[in-house]
């Protein structure tokens, strides 16, 4: 059984910084994309970044030059380093995987952690 499990969030003022981290578990052949997505009350989820396995990135719009993502990929994790922190940041961040474990591809979604900006 694979699991992702998200830690990191918390409230902050707006300007701070938080780091989320998101960990890989269970029986995992390899990881292919991981990416972070975001969704703000009565909002759609929304992508805020994502990361191949060779470390190329992807970011909304929206974070550009204040978010970063990495992973780390002998640990099966994965890294939203988020600066300059805006109150319309504020959201339950979710972080997903695109995981082959013994036998099968699929798509596997974290539970989420909440991210609350005060201005």
């Known amino acids: 059984q694979v699991q992702l499990v998200e830690s990191g969030g918390g409230l902050v003022q707006a300007g701070g910084s938080l780091r989320l981290s998101c960990a890989a578990s269970g029986s995992i052949f390899s990881i292919n994309r991981m990416g972070w997505y975001c969704q703000a009350p009565g909002k759609q989820r929304e992508l805020v970044a994502t990361i191949g396995s060779g470390g190329n990135t992807n970011y909304a719009d929206s974070v550009k030059g204040r978010f970063t993502i990495s992973r780390d990929n002998a640990n099966n994790t994965m890294y939203l380093q988020m600066n300059s922190l805006k109150p319309e940041d504020t959201a339950v961040y979710y972080c997903?995987?695109?995981?082959?474990?013994?036998?099968?591809?699929?798509?596997?979604w974290g539970q989420g952690t909440q991210v609350t900006v005060s201005s």
């Open positions: 997903n995987a695109i995981i082959t474990d013994l036998t099968t591809m699929r798509s596997y």
